[in-house]
């Protein structure tokens, strides 16, 4: 990677962070309650590795087979990258997967909860999962409904190597003036779900994390509770391989 295109990568980042304490600031909350997950879809290993040496450890794939690929070419790379799978897992993927994984965002069914704890069982290790909520009620779109989660999480507390850490969700804005009030609104709504479970779940849950937000509207996130933040396109604007 040429130079101007590593320096604007490193402003990049710099910019979303000033971003991120801004609305933190503007919540009331600290900046260090926040986390950036790093998309890395669609942008080489080598881009990869450069982000991770700006300073951005957590990085997330939608695909599984991309995961694969980018763990094992950054291997070597020190500090480590701790990888989060934002997309869907199908339960055939989930032996190979779950190795690699400091945290599954997107645990969208009972089966998928079963299959996890089974591949983690048998691998002889714990995974952390948060679960997808659908805040849409769109058909096309993966995720539990919001009534099917205290169940799943219920199903959760019986796991022994399936360590559910919170919720994740993402908002589906229209354009326009609208966008930013009505993402908050979505965002809003996983949270006060969150907080609704959190007396009745059982104590071997935990519901401290929030992922939601994205590049167009991580700081409406911000502002709605989000712990986790996935930010792609705002990280790679400008930045020529």
Aim: proline residues 6%.
């Amino acid at each position: 990677m040429n130079d101007p295109s590593r320096e604007r990568l490193r402003s990049n980042l710099a910019r979303i962070h000033e971003r991120m304490a801004d609305a933190c600031r503007r919540a009331g909350r600290q900046p260090g309650g926040v986390t950036l997950v790093g998309v890395t879809k669609y942008v080489s290993a080598e881009l990869t590795a450069r982000l991770v040496e700006a300073g951005c450890r957590d990085l997330a794939e939608s695909r599984p087979q991309a995961l694969w690929a980018k763990a094992e070419a950054l291997a070597a790379l020190v500090p480590a990258p701790r990888w989060h799978l934002v997309g869907h897992l199908q339960r055939n993927k989930a032996r190979r997967t779950l190795p690699l994984l400091a945290l599954l965002h997107s645990l969208d069914s009972r089966r998928l909860l079963d299959a996890v704890e089974a591949e983690a069982a048998a691998l002889g290790q714990s995974c952390d999962v948060l679960l997808e909520v659908n805040l849409t009620g769109d058909p096309g779109r993966t995720g539990l409904g919001e009534a099917e989660v205290a169940p799943v999480l219920e199903a959760a507390a019986a796991c022994h190597h399936v360590r559910v850490r919170g919720l994740m969700g993402m908002a589906s804005a229209p354009a326009g003036p609208e966008a930013s009030t009505a993402a908050r609104r979505q965002f809003a709504r996983l949270r006060e779900l969150r907080d609704s479970l959190r007396p009745v779940s059982p104590p071997t849950v935990s519901l401290d994390e929030l992922s939601m937000g994205m590049s167009d509207d991580f700081e409406e996130a911000i502002l709605e509770g989000a712990t986790l933040v996935r930010v792609g396109s705002a990280l790679w604007e400008g930045v020529e391989p």
